[in-house]
Every structure is written in structure tokens, then in C-alpha cells.
């Protein structure tokens, strides 16, 4: 058996029953992550001898007779989360020596649970892009076909999960950065409701859409995460203190009563035709599994895209401005003077995408455009805040594409940032609602990549969405299938 393609609670059972170690298990997938990482590329640090020292640290728990779910599973943790002691740069020359001196909210509760940090994943610099492309370090690419992107932001996470090269992994998603990468690279990724999860020690993107969540091989690996990382969190002042359900629960549960609704928005022209059919046959087995389906209406989805694109780069300039070569990461020491500095200092230290977003954000909160621009796209965010509200009072979920097409291929989209916009259409509606999604694999195209079905929840219901995920992975054999590497 090759322990690096367990699931966490398989691994859990064997770790357990003493069949196997936490040394053993975290070996095997360094031993494939020295396999296979040349031509994945999902990894942009390794923790090698922090992870042994891990592992060999939760064996000594396990000897103990000490073991919680998570104890001694290899994770591996997107670069835009904070960790004490090792590297985090959010894929940007910026901070490419930036070492935090504390870890972020998530991986304290994943280090507290002895789980083993495997090493930090390749990303978007800051998270803005779909296709890990916009890195400053390196290009990740998909699994099931290296020619192709693995989906962005969170890129490395996902490629690494469906790799093999870790047992699960965190991502963060600000319009799709999870749910996007997740369902390129046939693997489960779940945003959670805005709120749910800490945002401490995540670094900020778009602050008012930033969640923190799972990438992972299966939907009880989903829930195993969750029970960990959400929660009320006295250092985020928007995390929201309610109770924590016990997510496993919702496995339990069959979709009988269960109202499920079909956006008609997110069925229209440029939806590629396998997409379209993959998603025809997932709702007609949800239906199958004691669902019922109807078609709804989320009227404001075409005007998604462009208020994302001025709320996020928005946010995203008075976020980045904290990066000025004066308090950490580069500094240009070339410069004659202040003003030059900062100049030299993020020129350099930024790439064209980060750089265009904060240009994009600058202008959309200057003097004279602040109300045409940021103060409308607010308003049309709360438009289609009332489209998920007005949807919900008659469907427990909302089954929709992840993304128009399977991934495209590497450097496709790189200079037409408008196409690459495009593609987040399915994504953003729900993130500018803060409602939690989730995304799992419900087919394949006829070249074999991977499609993802999105499943829409109210805020707070991610359980009703793992009950659904659950019960459809349940129906299917998609989540089972593994890249040949
Ligand atoms: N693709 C979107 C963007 O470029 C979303 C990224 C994300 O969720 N971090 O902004």
C-alpha cells in the first residue's frame, strides 16, 4: 500500500490500530513529493526536518494512547498563512524572505491537533489570479495533465492534494481561490461562510472576502478539517462567535426533503458543453438521491464579475500598502532617497498582476470616482447579497459549475487579463454574499480532466453542504481516481 495516497481518516484508522506510524506515513510523502514535485511543482517550501521532528513527536502521543483526528496527518498549508519560524511569502519577491514570527489562527489550531505541516504551497502572488500562474516564484501545474494550470489561487494546495504529495491541505479563497483550483484538480476545496474561520495570520488580499479553508481528497476529509479550524477567534473581529457544529455529523444524513435549487444564470452560452453535461447528470443523481430540484433565479450574477473586480482591487491597494521596504520584506537599496525607495521597493518587489490590481483599487477610491466606482459596486454587492437571500428562503442549497471550462492550458490566458477575469464567473456571486461553497468532482472531460460541481449553501450551513457532497460522492467513483505522474 502507498501510504501517500490515504485519506486523513484512512490514515487515522491505520494510525490507530498501530498499522502504521506518523514517521512512516510523513516519509511516504516526502518520498513521493521527491517523485513527483519535479514536474508538479506545488510546493514552494519544504519543512522536512520540522515535519519528521513532527511526526516522530505524535507517535510518542499515539504510544500514549493520545490521538485526535488529525494527529500526525501530513498537511500541506498555502503560502499566504502565516507560520512561525518558516518562510511565508504569498508568492511575491516582496516577502520572499519574510519569516513570521508567529503562526497564523489556522495552523496554531492544525499544530495544536499534532497534525504535521509538510511544507508551504505555491499560489498567485497575494492570491489574486485562477491559475497559480501569477506567482512570482514558479508555475504549478495540473496533475492530470501538465500542460494545463491547476486552477488559482490556491494551486499548490490543490496539485499537491491530488498528487498525493500530502494527505490534505488548507487554501484560502477570495472569489473562487479554493472551490476554482479544487474542482481542476478532481479534489474536494470548501470556502466557508465569510465568518466562520479565522482570518488571523492570513495575509489580507481583499479583507472583506478572505476565508481560510479545505482542500482535501474526500468530503469526510472536509469535514475532519473544518471540526479544527472554524471557530470564533478574539483576534479576528470578524469571525463570528457561534458554535462550532461537529461536522461529521452531516455525513450521517440522506438528501430526502432536501430542496435543492438550479440558478438558471449559471446555465447560459459560453458554459463549455462537457461542463454542461457533467452538471446535467450530477443534478439528475441529487434528485435520484431523495432531492428535490427547481430552478431559481439569481438576477444580478451578470454584474458579479465587474463589482468583484472593484471591491477586491479596492480593498486589495489599501491592503498591499503596508509593503514600503520600510518595516519587512524587500527593501530597494539602491535609492537615493524616501520616495525613490518606495517607488524601487514595489516596483520590484510586486509583480504586473498585483500591480495592476492596485493601480485598478487606487482609482476606484480616489477623490471624484470613490462614489461611481467603490461606492456603486457596494451597493450592487448588496444586490446580490439579496439574490442568495431571496434563493434561500425556498432551497436548502444551490448546485451550480465551479467554472466555465476544465483547466486551460499553461500561459492561455496570461496576457489577457479580461479572460482570466471572465473565468471566476460562477465563483464570485457567492463570495461577494459571503455564503459558503463547496466543490466536488462529479465527472470527467473527454481528455480527462477534471470538472467540479459547486454547491451553494445559507451562511452557516456548510453542513448541509457536506451532507450533499457527502451523499453524492457516496452515488459516485470520481473522487476515487487518481493522475498517473
Ligand atoms: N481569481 C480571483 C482573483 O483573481 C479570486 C482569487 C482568490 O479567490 N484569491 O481575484
Not at 295 to 303: C, G, I, K, N
Request: charged letters at 20%; proline letters at 6%; one cysteine or more.
Amino acid at each position: 500500500m502507498d501510504l501517500y495516497g490515504l485519506t486523513i481518516h484512512a490514515a487515522h484508522e491505520l494510525l490507530k490500530r498501530g498499522e502504521i506510524s506518523a514517521v512512516a506515513l510523513t516519509a511516504a510523502v516526502f518520498e513521493r513529493i521527491e517523485e513527483v514535485e519535479e514536474k508538479v511543482s506545488a510546493y514552494l517550501t519544504l519543512a522536512r526536518d520540522r515535519a519528521m521532528a513532527e511526526a516522530e513527536a505524535a507517535d510518542a502521543l499515539i504510544g500514549q494512547g493520545e490521538l485526535g483526528p488529525l494527529t500526525g496527518i501530513p498537511l500541506a498549508i498555502k503560502d499566504i498563512l502565516c507560520t512561525e519560524g518558516t518562510r511565508t511569502t504569498c508568492g511575491s519577491k516582496i516577502l520572499e524572505d519574510f519569516i513570521p514570527p508567529y503562526d497564523s489562527t489556522v495552523v496554531k489550531k492544525l499544530r495544536s491537533a499534532h497534525a504535521v505541516v509538510v511544507g508551504k504551497t505555491n499560489l498567485d502572488e497575494f492570491g489574486m489570479g485562477s491559475s497559480t500562474e501569477h506567482s512570482a516564484f514558479a508555475s504549478t501545474h495540473n496533475p492530470w495533465d501538465l500542460t494545463r494550470i491547476p486552477g488559482g489561487s490556491s494551486g499548490g494546495s490543490a496539485a499537491a492534494v491530488a498528487a498525493d504529495e500530502c494527505i490534505g491541505a488548507i487554501g484560502s479563497d477570495t472569489g473562487g481561490s479554493i472551490r476554482q483550483p479544487a474542482s481542476h484538480c478532481g479534489v474536494v476545496g470548501l470556502k466557508p461562510t465569510y465568518g466562520r474561520v479565522s482570518r488571523f495570520g492570513l495575509v489580507a488580499f481583499a479583507s472583506s472576502l478572505d476565508q481560510v479553508g479545505p482542500i482535501t481528497k474526500d468530503v469526510t476529509d472536509c469535514a475532519l478539517l473544518m471540526n479544527e479550524i472554524a471557530g470564533y477567534d478574539a483576534m479576528d473581529s470578524t469571525s463570528v462567535p457561534r458554535p462550532v457544529p461537529d461536522f461529521t455529523k452531516a455525513l450521517e444524513s440522506g438528501l430526502h426533503g432536501l430542496v435543492a435549487g438550479i440558478p438558471k444564470e449559471y446555465y447560459v452560452e459560453g458554459l463549455d458543453g462537457e461542463v454542461s453535461q457533467a452538471l446535467d447528470d450530477a443534478i439528475k443523481l441529487i434528485g435520484e438521491l431523495g432531492a428535490t430540484c427547481r430552478e431559481v433565479s439569481l438576477p444580478h450574477t451578470p454584474y458579479a464579475v465587474a463589482t468583484y473586480y472593484l471591491v477586491a482591487p479596492a480593498e486589495a491597494s489599501s491592503n498591499l500598502a503596508r509593503y514600503d521596504g520600510v518595516r519587512y520584506g524587500l527593501r530597494d537599496a539602491t535609492s537615493a532617497n524616501l520616495m525613490e525607495m518606495y517607488r524601487n521597493t514595489r516596483s520590484r518587489g510586486f509583480g504586473p498582476e498585483v500591480q495592476r490590481r492596485i493601480i485598478i483599487g487606487t482609482y476606484a477610491l480616489s477623490a471624484g470616482y470613490y462614489e461611481a466606482y467603490y461606492g456603486k459596486a457596494s451597493q450592487v454587492r448588496t444586490l446580490v447579497m439579496e439574490d442568495f437571500k431571496q434563493a434561500f428562503q425556498t432551497c436548502d442549497v444551490l448546485l451550480a459549475p465551479v467554472a466555465p471550462t476544465p483547466a486551460f492550458k499553461l500561459g492561455e490566458k496570461l496576457d489577457d487579463p479580461l479572460s482570466m477575469y471572465l473565468s471566476d464567473i460562477f465563483t464570485l456571486p457567492p463570495s461577494l454574499a459571503g455564503v459558503p461553497g463547496l466543490s466536488v468532482p462529479c465527472g470527467f472531460s473527454r481528455e480527462g480532466l477534471p470538472i467540479g460541481l459547486q454547491i451553494l449553501g445559507k451562511h452557516f450551513d456548510e453542513e448541509k453542504l457536506i451532507r450533499v457532497g457527502y451523499n453524492f460522492e457516496q452515488a459516485t467513483d470520481y473522487h476515487k481516481r487518481r493522475p498517473e505522474l
